[in-house]
């Protein structure tokens, strides 16, 4: 018999038992058009039996679909309404796959079986549906870190069983919900066990109901909102609570006090707020781990004696709580002891730390008032008395009158033999090269804060180890290192998982990995709950396709049969693609603009035009990484001409950057119509196949921050800087002042400051800019956003944005240019290396020291102290007593017209200059040619290096 004729035979039979299959013909149709609409789905998503071939991902309970399971493996799409047909799903985990986006339908509800969702780390966005409030199996709904916004829905309170919600790090808004006769609240969760409410706009107060004595509550997370109102006392009912964090919000009031009857609380965070009254008296909470009460108003008093009586503590943050008078000698006794932190209070008298504290203790008193203080000798211990009287008497205790010493955990190294991998893999613990599967561990909260004591580290890679090993992962070893507290005091460690027996991990195995950590169907000792956000994997195991597969379809096509399954195949996936693209266009308000009808809707846009996909797709050679310039957490940045010949630089915000497309649309308007020659412009944009760019023009020599640090070939001279510095100035004086409406930039720093082919400075990137509305206020209240470093202190306190807080930023890169240190280097702010270099009070005498030699300048030259002192004034403390922009460009003119090397530049002397420079610095230690350029009326110097 001719073999065609047994192929074809074969393929016949196995559609007659396709016929046949296990799977219920519902669930596979869904799961087909969840295929068709969906890219990088498991590679075994063949045939037409996903229950009885095990597709990858998808669990069945006789010939129904019960869970998918596809966290980590990088699944793209947009259309999420296919899922709801699957009326038999009980768990969902689409978990890290930033591709996923789009608007959660409201056929969400007819999953009424589901009890597991998680949709950690995806890109959704837009309100949860009401429909919510339909999965009345649901226990466990974890829809953090996307973007969805509007209030929470009062329906999620007719989810009785639920025990774990989680909606942080998202946009929502508004009050939370209650109920009331004719709504539900999430007071009817009694089973709930978990509130992590996060990172979001939520406002008002926290309504009395919330809470009450039968609930079951064990983790209340609401920091980092715009709640406020007094704490209900209600709180205190509820007894199983172990942690609160209500840190970052606006509350106000005193504490209340039968928040010491839970006694079960391990950590307790109540932080910048504005509490009033009684400092609270803990006394009874004997579980309490970790205490922060910072940045409070609380009445002055002395330093509570019930902190003796907490056995468990381990950390005590205390700072700005109006504390005063001394300490007493046993409150060091703690046996648990790690961090006390009392910094900005009135602490005094001697410090007597007797002679039974923990060793390795961390204690800040910076700025307090004391006189004196008594140690046992042999104890080690980190003492910080910086701004205390005791340091302006010169003696012994010298040593702790300095700022900080860092020093940096040291991990165990393996012992291994070999000491590089190939490629791009890694070395494991235990010796073997692979590729690990990597992101971040985000902690809600934790019971320790000695993050050099490797305990913790080590119980947290055996913990881990233990859940994958019990759960049958081919796990080799666990590795979570670089343990760090972020601005929102959140304990972050970076997490590798090696795979045993192979190089790589298939896509099973890290859905379930992903699963593990984002379910969390285990405790961690010292450790309260966190979510996982991963690295797109790199390489998964056996996704290679089968060298067959060509000659089978060879065969197939000869065969009638398959011809019609083929053609009704296509029909099939042809009114998937235009169901699929009737969707996107539905979430999409651009697609219905109409420029020659002048619909309401279109943009009103001032010079800049839309660019189809297509065009951009084309200008970047089809986006590849030859044409990339840059790439941030928003995404990246191309390099292109456009069909005008026109050179562009085109940002293109990957899959979680997104905006809104009103926020998008409210973005491109404003910056169309902000033209100024230190304002990079808009050239257009593109909302085009759900992609959003930003078109500019192109500005040729890079950032600032590139220039300073020498890497892309030349060095500027002083003049030159000054000039810098006044053409941004002037840039961002034109934003807050001559912009209508006016515009705060939020994150000016070197890095957003261009240089054009004459070195003209640029602002750049309105990523995070806010308009001044009519609020009347002069300020505008926001989630804290910007760069560490360059982030406005007080705006960061108070979340009240105002011209100043760029004015403080600016004054960080002003030191930038006179340094060329990044604004935090070695664990050091610039403006105390400035301020330390200066001595107190301000004088000029150590400036040297920290001058960027490649400025060929001595702190006596004209015009610097004056710079550094205009410096100075824009990062004071209090945003009131910092110029405006337009009084920073006065006096940079000022001391512009009045600089002596501006007058003649002095070819010899800067050159000359360089040279020394680069003597003295081993930095700028490669081979250098030195050239004078001119352009323009502004003589300068360009230094191409030759790196090696
Ligand atoms: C999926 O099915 C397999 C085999 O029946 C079972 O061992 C596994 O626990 C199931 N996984 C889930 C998440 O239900
Ligand atoms: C939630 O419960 C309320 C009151 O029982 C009911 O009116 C409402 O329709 C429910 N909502 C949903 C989405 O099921
Ligand atoms: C809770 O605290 C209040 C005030 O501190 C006290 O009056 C009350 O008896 C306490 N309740 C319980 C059940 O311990
Ligand atoms: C704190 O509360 C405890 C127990 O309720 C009490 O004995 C103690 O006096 C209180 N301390 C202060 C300073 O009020
Ligand atoms: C204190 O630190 C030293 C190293 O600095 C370390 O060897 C020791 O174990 C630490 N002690 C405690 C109690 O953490």
Redesign the pocket.
């Known amino acids: 018999m001719d073999s065609r004729i047994l192929v074809c035979l074969l393929l016949i039979s196995s559609q007659i038992l396709g016929i046949l299959a296990l799977t219920d013909s519902n669930d596979l149709a869904a799961l087909n058009a969840i295929k068709s609409s969906w890219s990088n789905l498991p590679p075994n998503w063949k045939g037409s039996d996903p229950c009885g071939s095990s597709w990858g991902g998808i669990n069945c309970t006789d010939s129904r679909v019960t869970s998918i399971m596809l966290a980590g493996i990088g699944v793209e799409g947009s259309e999420f309404s296919d899922i709801s047909s699957l009326s038999e799903l009980q768990l969902l985990d689409l978990s890290n796959n930033i591709g996923l986006k789009g608007i959660l339908p409201s056929s969400i509800g007819k999953l009424k079986k589901l009890s597991t969702l998680i949709l950690v780390g995806c890109s959704f966005y837009g309100p949860i549906p009401d429909a919510i409030g339909s999965l009345d199996q649901l226990v466990f709904l974890s829809l953090n870190n996307n973007s969805l916004s509007g209030p929470i829905p009062s329906s999620i309170g007719n989810l009785t069983r639920l025990s774990w919600l989680d909606l942080s790090y998202n946009k929502l808004s508004d009050t939370i919900p209650v109920a009331s006769a004719t709504a539900s609240g999430l007071d009817m969760l009694s089973n709930a066990r978990h509130f992590h409410l996060s990172n979001n706009l939520l406002s008002g107060s926290i309504p009395d109901q919330l809470f009450s004595s039968n609930m079951k509550l064990i983790h209340t997370i609401f920091d980092h909102n715009q709640l406020s109102g007094n704490i209900p006392s209600t709180l205190g009912s509820v007894k199983t609570l172990e942690i609160i964090r209500l840190d970052w919000n606006f509350f106000d009031g005193s504490v209340p006090p039968n928040l ?1 009857n839970l006694t079960n609380m391990n950590e307790l965070y109540l932080s910048n707020n504005k509490f009033t009254g ?1 400092m609270p ?1 803990l ?2 909470m004997n579980f309490l781990h970790y205490v922060d009460l910072s940045n409070n108003s609380f009445d002055a008093s002395g330093v ?3 902190i003796t009586s907490l056995q468990s503590l381990t950390t005590l943050m205390m700072e700005n709580t109006q504390l005063q008078g001394q300490i007493p000698v046993d409150f060091f006794r703690l046996p648990q002891l790690e961090t006390v932190v009392l910094s900005n209070n009135n602490v005094s008298g001697v410090l007597n730390i007797g002679n039974s504290y923990r060793n390795n203790l961390t204690l800040d008193l910076r700025n307090n008032s004391i006189t004196d203080f008594m140690q046992k000798t042999d104890y080690n211990m980190e003492l910080t008395l910086v701004n205390n009287p005791i340091c302006n008497t010169k003696g012994a205790t010298s040593k702790y009158c300095t700022v900080e010493k860092h020093h940096n955990t040291v991990f165990p190294s393996n012992n291994c033999m070999a000491t590089s991998c190939s490629r791009d893999k890694v070395l494991s613990p235990n010796c073997g090269c692979s590729h690990p599967y990597t992101g971040t561990l985000h902690f809600f909260s934790f019971s320790f804060s000695d993050l050099q004591n490797l305990t913790y580290v080590t119980t947290l890679n055996g913990a881990l180890m233990s859940v994958f090993l019990s759960n049958g992962l081919p796990v080799d070893s666990v590795v979570s290192a670089n343990p760090t507290v972020d601005i929102y005091n959140y304990l972050q460690f970076s997490l590798q998982i090696f795979p045993s027996g192979q190089d790589s991990f298939n896509q099973t195995s890290i859905s379930t990995i992903g699963f593990l950590l984002n379910r969390q169907p285990f405790q961690l000792q010292y450790y309260g709950p966190f979510f996982f956000i991963d690295e797109p994997y790199c390489c998964f195991a056996g996704s290679k396709k089968s060298s067959n597969a060509g000659i089978i379809i060879g065969v197939a096509v000869g065969c009638s049969v398959l011809v019609l399954l083929i053609i009704f195949a296509g029909i099939y996936a042809f009114f998937q693609y235009r169901k699929a693209k009737r969707a996107s266009e539905r979430n999409d308000p651009f697609a219905s603009w109409d420029s020659k009808k002048g619909s309401g809707s279109v943009p009103q846009l001032q010079g800049a035009k839309g660019f189809s996909f297509e065009d951009l797709r084309k200008c970047t050679d089809n986006f590849s990484e030859s044409k990339c310039i840059g790439s941030g957490g928003y995404g990246k940045v191309y390099k292109g001409a456009i069909s005008s010949g026109q050179l562009v630089a085109i940002k293109r915000a990957q899959q979680g950057s997104m905006q809104g497309a009103s926020e998008f649309k409210t973005e491109i308007e404003l910056m169309s119509r902000i033209h100024h020659k230190n304002v990079v412009s808009l050239v257009g944009f593109c909302y085009d196949q759900g992609e959003q760019m930003l078109v500019y023009e192109y500005i040729s020599n890079g950032t600032l921050r590139d220039s300073l640090s020498g890497k892309i070939g030349f060095r500027l001279d002083w003049n030159r800087r000054l000039k810098i510095a006044l053409d941004a100035a002037r840039g961002l004086s034109y934003l807050h002042e001559l912009a209508n409406p006016p515009i705060i930039h939020r994150d000016i720093k070197s890095n957003n400051i261009l240089l054009d082919d004459h070195f003209n400075a640029k602002v750049a990137d309105f990523g995070l800019s806010k308009l001044m509305g009519d609020t009347g206020k002069g300020y505008v209240t926001t989630q804290v956003k910007g760069t560490l470093g360059y982030m406005d202190p007080e705006y960061y306190m108070t979340q009240q944005l105002t011209e100043k807080s760029d004015v403080y930023s600016f004054g960080v890169v002003m030191l930038e240019l006179i340094t060329a240190k990044a604004p935090i280097e070695h664990g050091k702010h610039i403006v105390r290396a400035v301020q330390e270099a200066m001595g107190d009070p301000i004088g000029s005498e150590n400036l040297d020291k920290i001058l960027d030699p490649a400025m060929g300048l001595g702190s006596e030259v004209g015009g610097l102290k004056k710079f550094v002192n205009l410096a100075m004034s824009c990062v004071g403390e209090s945003a009131a007593d910092r110029p405006t922009m337009g009084e920073v460009v006065r006096e940079i003119e000022n001391i512009l017209d009045s600089a002596p090397a501006n007058k003649k530049m002095d070819t010899k002397f800067s050159r000359s200059s360089y040279e020394e420079a680069n003597d003295e610095s081993p930095l700028h230690s490669h081979d250098t040619e030195v050239f004078d350029v001119s352009y323009g009326s502004f003589p300068f110097h360009v230094e191409h290096q030759y790196a090696n």
């Open positions: 010491s009684n008296n006394t009874g509570p004696q019930w």
